[in-house]
């Protein structure tokens, strides 16, 4: 089992929905949590960032951490065509593991007009 | 200003060659890591340097995978007689600093094809 299991989809949703995005991880060590965006052929970028548990938004992205159920989630309200892509979860422990991030497979979203 | 770089963008060789995969991180970046993406995957980490040396180097698979940083900045991973399994697109990353807030930079990567 991967310490960190995320549905690949591909989840494909009309434009102005609400998309919800989940990964379930297995070592309780993992205090902060991250999701990239990654478009066809470029590397990952820096969605959202949270440490421990608790919600986090950014205009029409929200991130949310249940350690309790190591279970984290994002939404995207009024998704945009433009909001196609993969979606990476990816966590880390810290101390001296820093940096060394663990990512899910990636959820593959596409927004049609 | 300039993002992380990566070259060559694309890599073709046969099974049995060498082949070397360069990176280009942030200018200022001390940190920088090497991730490998197969098809449908996510990244799975390799390396990760702190300035010249190789701080965490337990996601390497096996001792045909090497990567060095000489001078704290650019850095070249090395894969000696390839595999076809090698096959997938290596990313590197770089940070400010690996502290626990920092965020890291991914570069394009480089498609790695073995025949």
């Known amino acids: 089992q991967k310490e960190v299991e995320q549905d690949p989809g591909p989840l494909s949703v009309p434009e102005g929905a609400i998309v919800s995005l989940n990964c379930t991880y297995s070592?309780?060590?993992?205090?902060?949590f991250m999701w990239y965006r990654q478009y066809s052929r470029k590397g990952p970028e820096l969605l959202m960032y949270?440490?421990?548990?608790g919600n986090k938004e950014d205009g029409r992205f929200t991130a949310q951490v249940d350690k309790s159920s190591k279970y984290i989630s994002l939404f995207i309200r009024d998704s945009q065509p433009s909001d196609s892509a993969t979606y990476l979860c990816?966590?880390?422990?810290?101390?001296?593991?820093?940096?060394?991030?663990?990512f899910g497979q990636g959820t593959i979203l596409t927004v049609h007009p | 200003g300039a993002g992380v770089s990566q070259t060559p963008s694309n890599k073709v060789t046969e099974k049995g060659k060498y082949v070397e995969l360069r990176c280009d991180p942030i200018?200022?970046?001390?940190?920088l890591y090497w991730y490998r993406q197969s098809l449908g995957q996510g990244p799975e980490f390799l390396i990760y340097?702190?300035?010249?040396?190789?701080?965490?180097d337990s996601g390497l698979p096996n001792d045909r995978f090497f990567a060095v940083r000489p001078e704290g900045s650019v850095s070249t991973l090395k894969i000696q007689r390839t595999e076809r399994g090698d096959s997938a697109v290596y990313l590197c990353?770089?940070?400010?600093?690996?502290?626990?807030?920092?965020?890291?930079?991914f570069g394009p990567g480089t498609r790695l094809t073995v025949l």
């Open positions: 990353a770089s940070s400010q600093d690996p502290g626990s807030t920092d965020t890291q930079y």
């Open positions: 070592n309780s060590a993992f205090q902060y």
């Open positions: 949270t440490y421990s548990s």
């Open positions: 990816a966590m880390y422990a810290g101390g001296t593991s820093y940096g060394k991030l663990t």
């Open positions: 200018s200022g970046h001390t940190a």
């Open positions: 340097f702190q300035g010249t040396g190789a701080a965490d």
